[in-house]
């Protein structure tokens, strides 16, 4: 695959837009169309087979009264800019399966919890929980931003095509045993998540048909774009998911 770059430039993203403002790309599976709609930050909102996905639902990013009503949320972690309790009350139903970690249901009472490495159907879809943590980056020697076993990421299985939602992580060594994954959101904050070094470390290692840098803050999204470029089995898209 010739490896393309594409860089969306837009406003940054502010509470009170509704999923008709963001942008979203669009790709073919098997079982129908798949649209990822870009939220911000670590959040994402996916559209297939007349379901709706949100990972991450954050009101900082989107009026979730606007939004689409969920059939599944999936939540990666504790922290307030990934689980917030009124985003998703605002967001689901009487029919909405969520999915989070043993911490957010501690936090978030009531829901369906995947360690890692577990994986279940929800909403019809087939998910797994996989590692998210830090190895370098600390709060304070000894206390990562965020410790092995709390956090998770998600593979989905949309038809033929399997996205990965890292999480806050580094390019840990799970991560390089992945295979077959068409599409890759991996984070890029400093100092919480990963350098773009190590971003390309891991698409190097696992190759991801296509890959989204998201939950990027200031970190410049360019270098990676650099590091990449000579990587002819990976596409870069840069979208607004500072």
Do not use: W
Request: net charge negative.
């Amino acid at each position: 695959m010739k490896n393309s770059f594409i860089l969306i430039c837009s406003l940054f993203l502010t509470a009170g837009l509704s999923a008709g403002n963001f942008t979203k790309d669009t790709f073919k599976t098997s079982g129908g169309q798949l649209e990822i709609t870009f939220v911000g930050h670590g959040t994402l909102m996916f559209t297939y087979a007349g379901k709706v996905i949100h990972i991450d639902p954050v009101s900082q990013f989107a009026d979730y009264n606007e939004m689409p009503k969920a059939d599944l949320i999936l939540i990666t972690h504790e922290h307030g800019d990934h689980l917030d309790a009124t985003a998703i009350d605002a967001v689901k139903n009487e029919n909405t399966e969520i999915v989070q970690t043993q911490t957010c249901a501690e936090k978030y009472k009531g829901t369906a919890v995947l360690k890692n490495g577990e994986s279940g159907t929800f909403a019809g879809l087939k998910v797994e929980a996989v590692p998210a943590y830090n190895v370098k980056h600390e709060r304070a020697p000894g206390q990562p931003f965020h410790p092995k076993g709390t956090g998770n990421g998600y593979i989905i299985y949309f038809g033929n095509k399997t996205v990965y939602v890292a999480a806050d992580t580094e390019n840990i060594p799970e991560m390089k045993t992945l295979k077959d994954i068409d599409i890759a959101f991996l984070p890029m904050n400093l100092p919480y998540t990963m350098t773009p070094e190590m971003v390309a470390d891991a698409a190097k290692s696992f190759k991801p048909k296509v890959l989204y840098p998201y939950h990027f803050g200031n970190t410049d999204t360019n270098i990676l774009l650099e590091l990449l470029k000579d990587e002819k089995d990976v596409e870069v898209r840069v979208r607004n998911l500072n």
